[in-house]
């Protein structure tokens, strides 16, 4: 990955916060929150059944009654045969995990709409939930953690992946046509093909996106693989906030970085052997963002903080 130093361009602010309870994510939501207006989705994910690494559920309640009376979590279905993957067994995990409190819209279950994408390299549109269109702004809401295929999953993953429609969009991320194997599509394509999806939706909400990742419980597993995920090895690190999406996952990488070597290893490692740091730059060349950026630590009235400064006092994670 390139240095902080290498990286050129305008900088963009990035919010952080080592204040890991809903406490902190009010706090932080409230830096960027008023970029939000009208109807407000919240892209999350809500995880398989009994997923145990999934943002904490009363966080995310207490957000909502407090900030955004009126939102929805939004979802869609999943492109693998499990819990999630027609919209009956979707909303059966749902009421599993505890998202019972506000409505919860799996975006293709009355169909898709093509959102386009401009200056793609693979797409020039995306298959999406159709209801993605219902709303006026979104916050995307993201566990910042390892990814099988993504090498990590943060925002750009979120939207990406998880707004393209379970069969058509997600097939045409992961899937060459004809092709056997439904993951064949591997490594820097998966990565731009994932970033050119989440350049659809990111331009299609313009000013009313904003995105917070939460860097805690991060296996290198996604929050797909539930139960079966990976042991958290990576110690928790915080909560980060933008308007810019680039700069958003671009921090919360090179916190993880920041971390002692022993401590990062197993989720540098996958986010280096499945080449996910072509997220980055494919979003940088696609215009999504900077990768340049200032972060600001709202626990010490904005301080300009570096990553290092941000994980000097993490602990070792405690199971």
């Not at 009994?50 to 309640?61: D, M």
């Not at 386009?116 to 995306?126: A, R, V």
């Not at 093909?193 to 996604?222: H, P, Q, W």
Request: charged share 25%; hydrophobic share 35%.
């Amino acid at each position: 990955m390139s240095p902080y130093s290498d990286r050129e361009g305008e900088e963009s602010t990035v919010y952080f916060t080592s204040d890991l309870s809903a406490e902190g994510l009010a706090r932080i939501f409230d830096r960027i929150g008023m970029h939000l207006s009208g109807k407000v989705a919240i892209k999350l994910h809500t995880g398989e059944k009994n997923g145990p690494n999934i943002i904490p559920r009363p966080w995310v309640h207490q957000l909502i009654s407090e900030k955004l009376p009126e939102a929805s979590i939004v979802e869609t279905n999943t492109y693998y045969d499990g819990d999630r993957y027609t919209t009956e067994q979707h909303r059966e995990t749902l009421a599993v995990n505890g998202w019972t409190f506000c409505p919860v819209d799996i975006m293709d279950e009355e169909g898709t709409v093509m959102l386009p994408i401009k200056d793609g390299k693979w797409f020039t549109e995306m298959s999406v939930g159709k209801n993605l269109t219902n709303y006026d702004s979104l916050l995307v809401l993201t566990h910042f953690k390892g990814h099988v295929q993504g090498g990590f999953g943060g925002s750009d993953k979120n939207i990406g992946i998880g707004c393209a429609d379970g069969r058509i969009g997600k097939a045409m991320i992961h899937t060459t046509p004809g092709s056997e194997d439904m993951w064949d599509i591997k490594e820097e394509e998966f990565m731009e093909r994932m970033t050119e999806s989440a350049k659809s939706v990111v331009d299609y909400f313009g000013d009313n996106i904003v995105y917070i990742n939460v860097l805690r419980n991060m296996s290198v597993s996604c929050d797909c693989e539930g139960c079966d995920a990976m042991p958290v090895v990576t110690p928790n690190i915080g909560i980060v906030a933008s308007t810019d999406i680039l700069a958003v996952d671009q921090a919360s990488v090179d916190l993880v970085y920041a971390l002692k070597e022993d401590q990062h290893k197993d989720l540098v490692e996958r986010m280096e052997s499945r080449h996910g740091l072509r997220q980055l730059t494919y979003m940088k060349e696609l215009s999504m963002g900077n990768d340049c950026y200032q972060l600001l630590d709202i626990d010490q009235d904005d301080k300009v903080i570096q990553p290092a400064e941000a994980v000097r006092y993490v602990v070792p994670f405690q199971y």
